[in-house]
């Protein structure tokens, strides 16, 4: 999967349009919006918000203040972090529409002097090495082949005593996964990899692992609820990840929560630390 097939992937010309569109729907004025507003379209990963807050929960935000946001979509996590715990975000993205509709909604949310979002390849991230405390990543992996290199990246730009929290989909089975799913149209798109391999990269890259969560259980109860609201109404939510992703949301989210349900991939929290 090349770079141009990731950005490719994921484009969508029409974020900010979808996005005001579904806050006018939803009755929020943009001189009002908040973070927790954006948060059903911009948390893109499974679980969303309290994936995130789960993900972070145990942090040490004391002491970490410069945070590198890979693969930050329009900038959700970004966004949540700059918010809850005042720190500094540098994002970086390949999709340049994210880039663009992710630095619009900092704007709405009067939090562009505190979050830098930037289009890129997460494995040759322009920037001094040691300039981060803490580097985030949420459902990116998959569509990375070589973690090893990224992991390296990663620990060459966080300060020593610097956390990397992962969390990804990851395979926990061997079987057939249907596609389309959100991150890959068909199979050759598609990296995953099990916990195990991403450990080794990581330990390889210079970090120590400090806990590993698989969120199988966590998944299925989430999709299941996303079921029966679906079932429940014949239209979607006014702001929710159709805004992203378009109509084909509901294949592709069909595909991920059976492979889910079959037990053949997890997501996945890892929480590593630089030596």
């Known amino acids: 999967m090349t770079d141009s097939q990731v950005a490719t992937h994921y484009s969508n010309t029409q974020i900010t349009e979808n996005i005001l569109s579904g806050l006018d729907k939803a009755g929020i004025s943009l001189a009002n919006v908040s973070v927790d507003d954006l948060g059903p379209v911009d948390e893109f990963h499974t679980g969303g918000r309290t994936a995130t807050e789960h993900l972070l ?3 040490q935000f004391d002491t970490h203040k410069r945070v590198l946001d890979i693969g930050c979509g ?6 949540f972090l700059a918010d809850r715990f005042n720190v500094t975000v540098s994002g970086i ?3 340049s529409e994210y880039i663009d509709a992710g630095n619009k909604l900092n704007e709405w949310v009067s939090l562009e002097n505190r979050i830098s979002l930037q289009c890129g390849d997460a494995n040759n991230i322009s920037s001094e090495g040691e300039v981060f405390d803490l580097a985030v990543m949420l459902h990116v992996g998959m569509n990375i082949r070589d973690k090893a290199t990224l992991f390296s990246e990663v620990a060459r730009l966080l300060a020593r005593g610097g956390e990397f929290a992962i969390y990804d989909v990851m395979l926990k089975n061997e079987g057939e996964i249907q596609y389309p ?5 068909k199979s050759s798109m598609s990296f995953l990899e099990p ?3 991403y ?3 990581l330990e ?3 970090f120590s692992i400090e806990r590993t969560v698989g969120r199988g259980d ?3 109860s989430f999709f299941r609820k996303m079921q029966q609201t679906s079932k429940a109404s014949d239209s979607p939510p006014a702001i929710g990840l159709h805004l992203l992703i378009g109509p084909s949301i509901k294949e592709k989210m069909r595909n991920f929560s059976q492979a889910v349900f079959d037990g053949l991939v997890e997501p996945t929290e890892i929480i590593a630390r630089k030596l």
Not at 74 to 79: C, H, Q
Not at 181 to 185: G, H
């Open 218 to 220: 966590f998944a299925e």
């Open 74 to 79: 329009i900038g959700g996590t970004s966004r």
């Open 57 to 59: 929960k145990d942090l």
């Open 93 to 95: 993205d390949l999709t």
């Open 195 to 197: 916990m195990e391999r």
């Open 199 to 201: 450990k080794q990269y």
């Open 181 to 185: 799913v959100p991150w890959a149209s």
């Open 204 to 206: 390889g890259a210079g």
